[in-house]
Every structure is written in C-alpha cells, then in structure tokens.
C-alpha cells in the first residue's frame, strides 16, 4: 500500500453496533433527518483557500517532508501513517514527539489552507487547541431499550451461556433478510434488533437461538446489506474522495468522513451511493473545519 493514504484504507467501520459504544446519538428507526438532505457537520462549502483547522498526527521520515495524518494509524512501533504533506512545518521542538527507526511523529492541531494534496500551515502546530477555536460538542450517544422484556438472562440452547446465545444471535443476523442494526443495552444483557419486516415473525426467528432480555423493533432505517454495498461502492473511489472513514452506528446511518465536508465532495459521495441511499440515510463529517479566531 503507498505511503499516501495508509490510514484511510484502516478506517473502514463495519456497520455493525454491538457494544454500549460507537456510532453516532439519534433514536434507532427515526428514518435520519426530516428535511430529505444528508447529516453534515465541519463543512464549508468551497475549502480552496479557505483557514480550517484539525487535529491528527505529524508524520515525517528522515530525508522527507512531514505529513498530518487524519485517518487511522497503524499501531505499530514505530507507527505509520499518510496524509497531506504537511507545507510550512519546520520544527518538533515545540510539540511532543517521539523517534524511532527514522520515524518522527506526534499529535498536534494545525491550521491552515488545503488544496487537496498539501495543507499548507498559517500558524505554528500546537499540542493544545489553537486559541479561539471552540471544538463543536458531540451528542451524547443514546442506547434505549426498545422495549421492556423482563425475560431473565439465563436458559436457552443446551450449553450455551448469554455470550456465547449473542454471538451466535449475530451470525444469524448477518445473514437474516431484513436486518437493520443491533446493540445491547442494559449493561450488555439486552439485545435490542432493528428490523424491515415483521417485527413479531423476527422475534420467534431469533429466539431459537437466543433466550436473553431481547427487543426487536421495524424500522425504516436502511438495510445493513445496504450499508455495506455502499461502503464496497466508496472503497473503489476511495483516494478521489478524499475519504477517511465509513461506518454504521446505533444512529443506523452511513456515518462518512472526509478530509474536508465541503458541498463538492458531499455530493461526489451522495451520488456515488445512490443506487442503496437516500441522502437522508447519510451522515458526513470533515477532520479539517472552518477555523475562526
């Protein structure tokens, strides 16, 4: 894999929520946002020229130019990583880093102009959020129960345990027709499943293999099915995009995030997944935003 863009092929998110974390806040089977248009936040609508700011990882090896890595990072040691080339950096002295096999690196926050293939800085990386930047305030991810099942966490198959039910419970869920999402609430022991179809038909189907507190809901949210034909569509144009990460959470969107969420991009997107969804099924984030100080 070239060096430009390493992290980005790491960030693929499999839409599949199943843990009290990850995706994004928003109540399961709400359909996304009432106006027909995609989820955006961080966005401008021409970045050429544009101050924006970000925070990522300052990547340079011995003999070349430093890059800020945006996306995921190989967690090796010493880590790697790619992203734009980092234009104006000059000095690590003022930043926490570490060194190893030729590798320097460390995280900062940047602020500058990015024209697609370098961001070019306007003021000196900081380990701290630059002065005046106000980062936007994330919503708190939601979890609920989808319905009040007083079934106790025990029975079931013949030998089997709760975890080893909810394991198998997503092995049929993965192929199951009709499947949205699922998560767990309740401290991990009920199981709370989106469904197309018929809610009360999926709920016997899932109860031959799992005997757990279980909450099955429709909803009109998109397929899981959906969402990864989507991802597969993405991962083909994935460096034009200037993509970083795709994914599905509790939210049951199609969460994307790009370099930049500018209205040029947003689009490129939208219409590369049109075939499987409607803009409102959509979710985008930018790693660089508009700045103002």
Do not use: K
């Amino acid at each position: 894999m070239g060096r430009r863009w390493v992290g980005a092929a790491l960030g693929v998110v499999a839409g599949l929520v199943l843990a009290a974390c990850g995706g994004l806040g928003g109540s399961p089977g709400s359909g996304g946002p009432s106006d027909g248009g995609p989820t955006i936040s961080g966005t401008n609508s021409d970045p050429a020229g544009e101050v924006l700011v970000g925070v990522g990882t300052i990547m340079q090896v011995d003999g070349e130019p430093a890059e800020i890595c945006l996306g995921g990072i190989l967690t090796s040691y010493p880590p790697q990583c790619a992203g734009p080339e980092l234009i104006g950096f000059e000095r690590w002295d003022t930043l926490d880093h570490e060194s190893a096999s030729g590798r320097t690196w460390g995280d900062a926050w940047v602020v500058g102009t990015y024209d697609g293939t370098s961001f070019t800085l306007t003021e000196p990386p900081t380990s701290e959020p630059p002065a005046g930047w106000v980062a936007p305030t994330p919503e708190p991810l939601e979890f609920p129960e989808l319905c009040d099942d007083e079934t106790q966490a025990g029975g079931g198959p013949e030998g089997t345990d709760l975890l080893t039910q909810q394991s198998d419970l997503m092995m049929l869920l993965e192929a199951y027709d009709g499947y949205v999402l699922s998560y767990v609430s309740g401290g991990g022991d009920v199981m709370n499943v989106l469904v197309s179809g018929d809610a009360t038909e999926a709920r016997e189907d899932f109860r031959e293999v799992y005997a757990g507190p279980l909450c099955v809901q429709t909803s009109d949210l998109p397929l899981q099915s959906e969402i990864r034909a989507a991802q597969d569509a993405l991962n083909a144009v994935w460096e034009e995009l200037d993509l970083l990460s795709t994914g599905s959470g509790v939210s049951g969107l199609l969460e994307v995030q790009l370099v930049v969420a500018d209205s040029t991009h947003v689009e490129a997107v939208t219409e590369v997944v049109a075939q499987w969804l409607e803009p409102d099924e959509l979710d985008f984030s930018g790693a660089l935003e508009p700045f103002s100080s």
